[in-house]
């Protein structure tokens, strides 16, 4: 079993940066994990991936801009989020590959 919460997000300006972080409360060393996001009216999508051995997958939205990272002794995934746009506004949830594990999810807000 392994809870996952989300924390980090928040109402930032066009151009600015967020870093979202993952806190696992079972361990994660092995797992690939995932960040996705829903938008008001959209389907979730993937965001940003990362495997077990650090092999990293983005969105061609975001590429460039996150970036995904892990620290296995805190169980703690991270999205830093830099240039920021408007159309990244959503809900940001964190997912274990191959799983049904999801957090509760942390709204990004982008304003114009």
């Known amino acids: 079993q392994v809870q996952l919460v989300e924390s980090g997000g928040g109402l930032v300006q066009a151009g600015g940066s967020l870093r979202l972080s993952c806190a696992a409360s079972?361990?994660?060393?092995?797992?690939?994990m995932g960040w996705y996001r829903q938008a008001p009216g959209k389907q979730r999508e993937l965001v940003a991936a990362?495997?077990?051995?650090?092999?990293?997958n983005y969105a061609d939205s975001v590429k460039g801009r996150f970036t995904i990272a892990r620290d296995g002794a805190k169980n703690t995934v991270y999205l830093q989020m830099n240039s920021l746009k408007p159309e990244d506004t959503a809900v940001y949830y964190c997912?274990?590959?191959?799983?049904?594990?999801w957090g509760k999810g942390t709204l990004v807000t982008v304003s114009s």
């Open positions: 079972g361990t994660i060393f092995r797992l690939g």
């Open positions: 997912h274990v590959d191959r799983s049904d594990y």
């Open positions: 990362i495997s077990s051995g650090g092999t990293t």
